[in-house]
């Protein structure tokens, strides 16, 4: 039973750049959310995607878009990057948009240069 | 906005003392507080939670109290080990319009031997 898995582990953009994330969910779950972890800080919350559908949105700008796929995998989308947006992006996953644990993956670290 | 507060950001015992961390939680809506471990360069793994319906709940050196009328939730960690060392953090998660999981800012745990 695979956990949840994150692809590419590491990346290195420049200023302007774009970028995609990829999450794919423990298996049997059907909800996705993502996270940004700064050095030292703890996860803020992203968004939620449930049935294909972003249903919860923390406070970040319109540059973070995403979207869920109906095998419940999930893509992370941030536009014209800033130094700023270097992080851990961590993903989530968990049964009925919420109703029980969530499962983090292994993240990936997005260096902005 | 919601908020979790989370104190001491940095925690120092010694091998088989006690260590208590403590959160503060702003959204009086929050029904599920989790308590997540992550060791370095890895991904938060969930130790314990308590939802709103109970007080306290306990596993083995691991214990979580809730007092819902002040918005307090602490984690206890008795018997400490070297292998107990890490950063902690705090959550809580509201389901009103959705589900958003708010992290505290963490709490470095350094257990010496």
């Known amino acids: 039973d695979a956990g949840v898995t994150q692809s590419p582990t590491h990346l290195i953009k420049t200023r302007g750049q774009q970028v995609t994330l990829r999450c794919s969910p423990k298996s049997g779950h059907d909800t996705v959310s993502w996270y940004q972890q700064a050095l030292g800080q703890g996860p803020q919350f992203i968004f939620q995607y449930y049935e294909e559908e972003e249903r919860q949105r923390g406070n970040f700008p319109d540059r973070f878009s995403g979207h869920q796929f109906p095998n419940y995998s999930s893509e992370l989308n941030v536009n014209a990057l800033l130094l700023g947006d270097s992080a851990l992006y961590l993903c989530a996953s968990s049964f009925g948009q919420g109703l029980w644990d969530q499962y983090f993956g292994p993240g990936t670290r997005l260096l902005v240069l | ?113």
């Open chain 2, 1 to 113: 906005g919601e908020n979790v507060e989370q104190h001491p950001s940095t925690l120092s015992v010694q091998e088989g003392d006690s260590a208590v961390i403590k959160c503060t939680y702003s959204d009086s809506a929050s029904n599920y507080f989790p308590w997540y471990k992550q060791e370095l360069g890895k991904r938060p793994q969930l130790i314990i939670d308590i939802r709103s319906n109970v007080g306290e709940k306990k596993d083995q050196r691991i214990a979580v109290t809730l007092n819902k009328t002040a918005k307090h939730f602490s984690l206890h960690i008795t018997e400490t080990q070297p292998e107990d060392s890490a950063v902690y953090f705090c959550a809580a998660r509201s389901n009103t319009g959705g589900f958003k999981t708010i992290f505290g800012a963490g709490t470095r745990l350094f257990v010496k031997a």
